[in-house]
């Protein structure tokens, strides 16, 4: 505890750049996926396509996407937030797509009965109704971005995995498990809240 003791406001810092990293990949995230798993649940051609493409983005080893982004955008956040949205693709754009296509068929149709446009109905009806598998799918997403952020010290994006970088390189274990302890407690604790929300969204719609 000595080194967490006397360095405690280092580990503040790289626990703050980790969750911004986390917080702009988790943003940028969702405003792709969201409008893809709309056009998704209306298509299954695209459907088809979009998962094949994400899944294949997902496939990569995160430490050889985060290299591959170095030539591209240098080094620093920006490749870091870009590699961690493609990784997040997949799990938000399935989800989205998979709780629009399970609203009830016959809420649509009385919607539709009531006169919905399509926008109005995808605002109003279906949405709502998909948010908790949509809130389950960023569960799944925020959990996994944070434990890939760590990787990205590796270009020189800062947060927790610089102290676990830095813990290996001086054999420094007090380091090294204070970077990877505080990540794995963010987790827990963004984890923990996401699945109250999603359970109380859950909980409202049987109702």
């Known amino acids: 505890m000595t080194w967490t003791l006397n360095n405690y406001d280092r580990l503040l810092q ?47 080893p995160a430490l050889a996407l985060f290299a591959l982004m170095i030539p591209i955008v240098g080094l620093g956040a920006v490749p870091a937030v870009t590699a961690i949205v ?14 629009i296509r399970e609203v009830p068929r016959d809420v649509i149709e009385a919607a539709n009965g009531m006169g919905f446009g399509p ?13 908790p598998v949509i809130i389950a799918g960023i569960r799944i997403t925020a959990v996994m971005q944070i434990a890939v952020a760590t990787v990205a010290a590796f270009i020189s994006a800062g947060g927790l995995g610089d102290l676990i970088f830095q813990g290996i390189a001086e054999a420094s274990d007090e380091k090294l498990l204070a970077g990877a302890v505080t990540a794995s407690l963010l987790a827990v604790v963004t984890d923990e809240t996401l699945r109250r929300f999603e359970g109380r969204l859950r909980a409202g719609l049987a109702d």
């Open 14 to 60: 790289a626990l703050g750049e980790h969750v911004m990293l986390v917080g702009t990949a988790l943003a940028l995230s969702l405003a792709i996926a969201l409008p893809l798993g709309i056009w998704a649940a209306r298509s299954p051609r695209a459907l088809f396509v979009i998962l094949a493409v994400t899944g294949l983005l997902y496939t990569i």
């Open 86 to 99: 493609l990784y997040s693709l997949l799990v938000l754009v399935r989800n989205v797509a998979t709780g």
């Open 119 to 131: 926008w109005r109905r995808l605002v109003r009806i279906e949405l709502p109704l998909a948010l």
